[in-house]
């Protein structure tokens, strides 16, 4: 299921309450763990000094009054009432800072917490692998990286900023009541006013921060298939249908932002005109004062600055409407991210899902085994009873598209739609090969031990595990065990899947199942391969399409359409101008 086709169920464009039940379960596991009290200590320690900070605005403002009236009076007290409002300026920017610090400090924390937490839910349970091959969720890797900290951001800086605004207009509120009641309430109605107006503005951003967050994430996602299959488009001359592909998705993300970019100054001239009614207020109700005699001429200046810290902390609850809708479509990708791990962990659905079931057993039994793709879409095997021992070395067969890697996904547990059960030795005992091994950019030590720590082998096993391959010169043709390259492209496919025979025999599993393991290795390496994991008494479950795989596998699997299956065992018999390790096969069906 492509971005665009996902439910609206999961993808709302509302600040509802779905919205702020994700953004509470992405919040929470920081705030409500055991070791969360210095977090909260320093909260606290910010909401303190927003609410500090507003008084002290209101002492300024009275200073201002002082200051102004001094002036008008030409009294020599002016003088030390500025260096005073200097000094007590200086002290709040001072305190500004190291509350800032404490901030970063904070916003920093839980960034690192809440990342290895939804990393560690990302690679639980196999999660990675379930948000690939369902198609979903789109970027996970980006949206680990870069929506975290605008989640964290906002669920920091909202209640500081939130709380500092009404503090602020609480005591700006006051001072103004004071003077003129009538510009009070003057205020009040332009508050909400303004904040329906924020309202109506804002309202549309949040599907167009959607938008552009979806096209954005397209754009990526076009840029790195060139990358990572750079080699194929060469060979297919493709330059021309990739770039037009990453010119259309480029020409949706500019006509995103333009639309965004229109409706900024939209909302620009209604803000300006809006703060231009405000700084209106103070001339048609308090300067009349004045002309009257009710108030002095400092009057007018305090409640001009009483005035602007209104209209500044009205600014900031104003906009905690658009600091949510820009914060939208980080809650709803990174909680897609946590819901599919909930799902996953869900018993119930764990339940309902895993059909296929799984136990623990000495050797690989496959009892009445229906195998289905995970979206039910097709019936790949029928009620496949299989028992593979150890030395029974299985090849299974058929043509392309009945489901021969489909059935090694469903023995690994990868797949589990269908019936059945499925007996497996301990996971330590098995491993999977695919057709292209995985390769990390690594040293070549790490690499051949990959995925146990580099420390679990001795140079000398790894050197002989090659000879055994008939390849003694492979690591000195490659620099040596501490080599680092970018191994996916160094070493040809054929290499490749050599490193990972060399792999198999440095962890000695009692079984390997091969999907096509040996495609890309000539025959003769192939039959090395293979030779070198008999004598190691390994016993290969094989996937593949060559006829020289027989020669190796008793026992023969072979997939026919319409989930059909049949299986034949052979016995060697020997050939007069064969080599000693050469022998013919004889089927019979069983």
């Keep these: 299921m492509s971005v665009d086709e996902q439910p609206a169920a999961t993808r709302s464009y509302k600040l509802n309450a779905l919205f702020f039940r994700r953004l509470w379960t992405l919040s929470a596991p920081y705030w409500c763990r055991r070791e969360a009290w210095k977090a909260w200590s320093i909260m606290a320690m910010l909401l303190s000094s927003a609410a500090a900070f507003s008084l002290v605005g ?11 009236n001094a002036l008008v009076a030409k009294q020599s007290i002016y003088w030390r009432i500025m260096i005073w409002m200097t000094f007590v300026g200086l002290m709040q920017t001072l305190a500004l800072q190291v509350t800032s610090w404490f901030s970063a400090w904070l916003l920093l924390d839980w960034r690192k917490w809440m990342t290895n937490h939804l990393l560690n839910a990302y690679m639980h349970n196999r999660t990675y692998y379930e948000i690939e091959k369902d198609g979903f969720i789109d970027n996970p890797d980006q949206r680990l990286q870069e929506e975290v900290p605008s989640v964290c951001q906002t669920v920091i ?39 329906l107006v924020s309202m109506w503005l804002y309202n549309p951003t949040i599907r167009q921060s959607w938008d552009l967050t979806v096209a954005q994430a397209r754009m990526r996602t076009g840029l790195m298939h060139l990358r990572d299959n750079a080699e194929t488009i060469a060979f297919y001359r493709g330059e021309n249908s990739e770039r037009k592909g990453l010119h259309q998705r480029l020409r949706d993300v500019a006509r995103v932002k333009m639309t965004m970019i229109f409706y900024g100054i939209r909302m620009s001239v209604v803000n300006q005109v809006m703060g231009l009614i405000f700084s209106l207020l103070p001339i048609f109700f308090v300067v009349p004062l004045y002309f009257s005699g009710k108030v002095a001429y400092g009057s007018i200046d305090q409640v001009g600055a009483a005035a ?57 039994v496959l009892e009445q085994v229906d195998v289905a793709t995970p979206g039910g879409e ?78 679990s082998a ?49 962890r000695q599993p009692r079984y390997v199942f091969l999907d096509e393991a040996t495609s890309a290795m000539d025959v003769e390496t192939e039959r090395q391969a293979y030779r070198a994991l008999g004598e190691a008494n390994i016993t290969c479950i094989s996937v593949g399409h060559r006829e020289t795989l027989l020669q190796f596998h008793p026992q023969k699997l072979h997939l026919l359409a319409h989930g059909e299956w049949r299986l034949t065992q052979h016995r060697e018999e020997a050939s007069p101008d064969a080599d000693s390790d050469s022998f013919h096969l004889q089927a019979r069906a069983v």
């Design 157 to 195: 800086g909202v209640p500081q900023f939130i709380l500092s605004s009404l503090m602020t207009i609480a005591v700006q509120a006051s001072i103004i009541v004071q003077v003129s009641p009538g510009m009070f309430w003057a205020v009040v109605i332009y508050a909400g006013v303004n904040t």
């Design 308 to 364: 602007a810290m209104v209209l500044s902390g009205l600014s900031v609850i104003s906009n905690f409407i658009p600091t949510m809708t820009s914060t939208m479509p980080s809650v709803v990708r990174l909680s897609e991210i946590q819901e599919k791990f909930n799902q996953l962990n869900d018993p119930r659905r764990v339940q309902e899902a895993a059909r296929i079931r799984h136990r623990e057993g000495e050797i690989v």
């Design 378 to 455: 097709q019936q790949l095997v029928r009620n496949l009873s299989l028992r593979v021992e150890e030395g029974q070395h299985t090849l299974i067969a058929g043509q392309t598209g009945v489901g021969k890697s489909s059935l090694l996904r469903a023995i690994a547990g990868l797949w589990r739609r269908g019936e059945g059960e499925i007996q497996l030795p301990p996971y330590q005992q098995l491993m999977f090969i695919p057709q292209k091994p995985y390769m990390i950019l690594t040293d070549l030590r790490s690499q051949l031990l990959y995925p146990e720590p580099a420390e």
């Design 58 to 68: 209101g002492y300024i403002s009275n200073l201002v009054a002082d200051s102004t």
């Design 458 to 506: 001795e140079d000398v096993r790894i050197q002989q595990a090659f000879v055994r391959l008939g390849r003694p010169d492979f690591l000195a043709k490659q620099g040596g065990l501490d080599c680092i390259k970018d191994w996916r492209k160094v070493l040809s496919l054929g290499e490749q899947q050599l490193v990972a025979f060399a792999r198999i025999l440095l």
